[in-house]
């Protein structure tokens, strides 16, 4: 997000009235952990009173080096970012002209929503993966309301716009799927 792909602060213009910055690495980074950033009082205050960091562990020096790496990238091509915003604007585009709602993303992130309960999107999710080499984090209650699925979608800039329309075809099939109760309504073992 943002001119230089700084975040949502640079999006909105609002960088410079940050005090604590926190982010991931998730996303944009394809990696695990995240970093909190500000004054250095803060941060040491955080450092030892936060209960989450009570028996915390540092990153792994390959998930840092890659979080370096992946910054390095996006300084020197800016290319990358705007490859990644064309694929995104496609696949969300595509998605909602096939009658997906989207809620009111504005970023890559594309969450896209469906009905149903814990079963279906347990068979719904193991089918996406096994059936048509596709995975997506799932968003479940308490996040999301009871009788609601998010799946999240995360295009790369890596991603073609075949693998856009791909992505579409599949997620109507599956969607035709749940509508006619083709996933069961019992609990999936994750484990197959």
């Known amino acids: 997000m943002g001119k230089t ?3 949502t602060g640079e999006h909105f213009g609002v960088q410079d009235q940050i005090d604590v910055y926190f982010a991931t690495f998730a996303k944009s980074f394809a990696g695990i952990g995240g970093f909190v950033a ?3 009082n803060v941060i040491s205050y955080l450092r030892f009173n936060l209960r989450s960091q009570i028996y915390a562990k540092s990153l792994p020096m390959a998930m840092t080096i890659g979080a ?4 390095e990238m996006m300084k020197e091509h800016p290319e990358y ?10 696949l969300q585009k595509g998605f909602r002209e096939a009658g997906f709602d989207l809620g009111r993303t504005q970023s890559p992130v594309t969450p896209v929503f469906f009905k149903g309960g814990l079963e279906q999107t347990t068979q719904l999710i193991k089918d996406l993966r096994h059936n048509y080499g ?7 209650y308490p996040v999301v309301p009871k009788g609601t699925i998010m799946l999240r979608i995360i295009p790369t800039a890596a991603h073609t716009m075949e693998d856009v329309e791909y ?3 599949c997620f109507r099939e599956i969607k035709k799927k749940l509508e006619t109760n083709a996933y069961p309504n019992e609990i999936a073992d994750f484990r197959n």
């Open 5 to 7: 792909g700084a975040g």
């Open 38 to 40: 500000g004054d250095k």
């Open 68 to 71: 370096i790496r992946r910054l």
């Open 81 to 90: 970012r705007e490859k990644l915003w064309t694929i995104a604007r496609a």
């Open 134 to 140: 596709i995975f997506c984090s799932v968003v479940i």
């Open 167 to 169: 992505t579409i075809k």
